[in-house]
């Protein structure tokens, strides 16, 4: 873009992760994971000023899995993650040194199937551990922040399938320390009307809290942010017939509070950074709604597996009657993959058509753009298997953020090892 650095960007990535399970006979078994991420990404804002961010995220999860019955089955699960990013401009250091979030989980779920009749209920605490260190966008004199919340949540489930008929309820409730109660749920309903066709309905609502992160740093509002609330109502119709599976959902999604990202100073004059350097900052959006149509389809021809979906839609910001920012009204995948021999081989294309960047009538256009990815696989022994991948095949300069070029031609080559 003319009006940023044209210096080159750095990026460095760098993911450890693995997963060890153990069966300690047939009823019960221990899994364990870990994660391990580091992130620098440079990128610019004006035609001098150069950002690095640097992130490094850390989790690890234990798991016990038990079938006390045919009937009754337990998953038990803890989890504990650290998120770090620090900012640096030019190499000096602009806003906090650091920004820190210390997660905890804990999951219990129960599934008990009687005949036709499936029963759930899960029991999940989670608990958030925010440290914010430095001066910008702190009180004076002022150089640690500190904040902490707790989700405690419960849900419960009902299905039920016989003949024709498939029926689905869910509940849940929620209790944050901080915005208090709510309950969600949803009801879902199918019918087969001959061995090939389905048709189906479904409606529900959804609760999101705005993380620690969107509240207290820098790029927090100058007014509180609120939770995110919907209301969802589904409408499907599905053909299966051997490999050919065909499908068409309309739904309409209506948000309350829609938590996202606004750029630029003039939607977020909070004062916690220098008005030439502010870049955007969370933000409700008070009503929005996505409203449209879902295609699916695929199908085995010979040896070739061929499947694609398109998307179309009314993303809409209701109060201001306007397109909802960064997202697009059409939106495509298509693919195809064979074996060749001990090779699998895979491509696939897609698309979307253009974004605005913000709600204002002079708000930048993100053009669409069309991506083209190739893959390939195949086995060097029982446990490992070697993957070569091609993204963004013809090199194509887009945008799905206004002044953040995305990724051009990359190839990866990599090995996979998964003990059996």
Same mark, same amino acid.
């Given at each position: 873009?003319?009006?940023?650095?044209?210096?080159?960007?750095?990026?460095?990535?760098?993911?450890?992760?693995?997963?060890?399970?153990?069966?300690?006979?047939?009823?019960?078994?221990?899994?364990?994971? =870990?994660?391990?991420?580091?992130?620098?990404?440079?990128?610019?804002?004006?035609?001098?000023?150069?950002?690095?961010?640097?992130?490094?995220?850390?989790?690890?999860?234990?798991?016990?899995?038990?079938?006390?019955?045919?009937?009754?089955?337990?998953?038990?699960?803890?989890?504990?993650?650290?998120?770090?990013?620090?900012?640096?401009?030019?190499?000096?250091?602009?806003?906090?040194? =650091?920004?820190?979030?210390?997660?905890?989980? =804990?999951?219990?779920?129960?599934?008990?199937?009687?005949?036709?009749?499936?029963?759930?209920?899960?029991?999940?605490?989670?608990?958030?551990?925010?440290?914010?260190? !430095?001066?910008?966008?702190?009180?004076?004199?002022?150089?640690?922040?500190?904040?902490?919340?707790?989700?405690?949540?419960?849900?419960?489930?009902?299905?039920?399938?016989?003949?024709?008929?498939?029926?689905?309820?869910?509940?849940?409730?929620?209790?944050?320390?901080?915005?208090?109660?709510?309950?969600?749920?949803?009801?879902?309903?199918?019918?087969?009307?001959?061995?090939?066709?389905?048709?189906?309905?479904?409606?529900?609502?959804?609760?999101?809290?705005?993380?620690?992160?969107?509240? =207290?740093?820098?790029?927090?509002?100058?007014?509180?942010?609120?939770?995110?609330?919907?209301?969802?109502?589904?409408?499907?119709?599905?053909?299966?017939?051997?490999?050919?599976?065909?499908?068409?959902?309309?739904?309409?999604?209506?948000?309350?509070?829609?938590?996202?990202?606004?750029?630029?100073? !003039?939607?977020?004059?909070?004062?916690?950074?220098?008005?030439?350097?502010?870049?955007?900052?969370?933000?409700?959006?008070?009503?929005?709604?996505?409203?449209?149509?879902?295609?699916?389809?695929?199908?085995?021809?010979?040896?070739?597996?061929?499947?694609?979906?398109?998307?179309?839609?009314?993303?809409?910001?209701?109060?201001?009657?306007?397109?909802?920012?960064?997202?697009?009204?059409?939106?495509?995948?298509?693919?195809?993959?064979?074996?060749?021999?001990?090779?699998?081989?895979?491509?696939?294309?897609?698309?979307?058509?253009?974004?605005?960047?913000?709600?204002?009538?002079?708000?930048?256009?993100?053009?669409?753009?069309?991506?083209?990815?190739?893959?390939?696989?195949?086995?060097?022994?029982?446990?490992?298997?070697?993957?070569?991948?091609?993204?963004?095949?013809?090199?194509?300069?887009?945008?799905?953020?206004?002044?953040?070029?995305?990724?051009?031609?990359?190839?990866?080559?990599?090995?996979?090892?998964?003990?059996?």
């Amino acid at each position: 873009i003319a009006t940023q650095n044209p210096d080159s960007d750095g990026y460095k990535s760098m993911n450890v992760n693995g997963r060890l399970g153990f069966q300690i006979n047939a009823e019960h078994r221990l899994e364990a994971n =870990f994660l391990n991420n580091k992130i620098a990404a440079q990128y610019d804002q004006g035609l001098t000023r150069d950002f690095i961010r640097a992130n490094q995220v850390e989790t690890v999860g234990i798991q016990w899995q038990a079938k006390w019955s045919q009937a009754y089955n337990t998953r038990l699960g803890v989890t504990y993650g650290t998120d770090r990013g620090e900012d640096a401009l030019n190499g000096s250091t602009l806003r906090p040194p =650091f920004d820190q979030t210390k997660t905890s989980g =804990f999951i219990w779920q129960n599934n008990y199937q009687t005949g036709a009749h499936a029963l759930s209920a899960t029991l999940e605490n989670k608990k958030d551990q925010f440290l914010l260190m !430095g001066t910008t966008g702190l009180p004076t004199n002022v150089t640690s922040l500190t904040r902490e919340k707790s989700q405690n949540s419960l849900a419960l489930g009902y299905g039920w399938a016989a003949g024709v008929h498939t029926v689905q309820f869910n509940v849940r409730h929620d209790r944050d320390s901080e915005f208090g109660g709510k309950s969600t749920g949803s009801a879902a309903y199918a019918l087969a009307i001959t061995p090939r066709w389905k048709i189906s309905g479904s409606v529900g609502t959804s609760f999101r809290v705005p993380t620690l992160y969107q509240r =207290f740093t820098v790029f927090s509002p100058p007014t509180p942010l609120l939770p995110e609330s919907g209301r969802n109502v589904e409408l499907g119709l599905k053909y299966v017939e051997g490999t050919r599976r065909y499908g068409v959902v309309a739904y309409r999604n209506k948000l309350t509070n829609l938590l996202t990202f606004v750029s630029g100073a !003039g939607p977020c004059p909070s004062g916690l950074l220098p008005a030439a350097t502010r870049v955007g900052c969370y933000a409700n959006t008070a009503q929005a709604s996505y409203t449209g149509l879902t295609f699916t389809a695929s199908e085995s021809i010979g040896n070739f597996n061929l499947y694609g979906s398109l998307d179309v839609q009314n993303p809409k910001d209701l109060t201001l009657n306007k397109q909802l920012a960064r997202r697009a009204k059409r939106h495509a995948t298509f693919g195809v993959d064979t074996r060749i021999g001990a090779w699998t081989l895979a491509g696939d294309v897609l698309m979307s058509a253009l974004r605005y960047e913000n709600t204002t009538a002079t708000s930048p256009v993100l053009p669409g753009y069309t991506l083209v990815n190739l893959s390939a696989s195949t086995p060097l022994s029982k446990d490992w298997k070697a993957l070569v991948r091609v993204d963004n095949l013809t090199d194509k300069t887009y945008q799905t953020i206004n002044g953040y070029a995305s990724a051009r031609r990359a190839l990866y080559v990599g090995l996979t090892w998964a003990p059996q």
